[in-house]
C-alpha cells in the first residue's frame, strides 16, 4: 500500500521550507540541489501577502511522507493511501 504526498491547503504554507529540509534529510542530501520539493514565494495581485507554490517530484512518494506531512506546522500536506485513490477513479 503507497502512500502519496500531496499538498492540499497550499493557501495555509508560510513558506517555512520544513518540509524541503526532511525530505533533503531523509535523501542524506545537504542543500537545495535536486530537491524533490520546491516552494516559490510570488505576489498576489493584490500585494498584501505573499503567495506560495508547492511543487513535489513524484519520487517523493518513495520517503518516508508521513514524517514530512507531520513536520508541517501549517497542516498544508495530506497523506493518501494509493488503493483509496484506485477505489476512487473506478467509481
Do not use: W, Y
Amino acid at each position: 500500500m503507497a502512500k502519496i504526498l500531496k499538498p492540499t491547503q497550499t493557501d495555509k504554507c508560510n513558506g517555512c521550507e520544513l518540509c524541503l529540509l526532511e525530505s533533503q534529510r531523509q535523501l542524506k542530501k545537504v542543500g537545495l540541489e535536486e530537491a524533490l520539493i520546491r516552494i516559490f514565494k510570488k505576489k498576489r495581485d493584490d500585494n498584501q501577502k505573499l503567495e506560495m507554490q508547492i511543487e513535489i517530484d513524484p519520487r517523493i512518494n518513495m520517503l518516508h511522507v508521513e514524517k514530512i506531512s507531520k513536520i508541517c506546522p501549517k497542516d498544508v500536506f495530506e497523506v493518501e493511501n494509493h488503493e483509496e485513490i484506485e477505489g476512487k477513479n473506478e467509481e
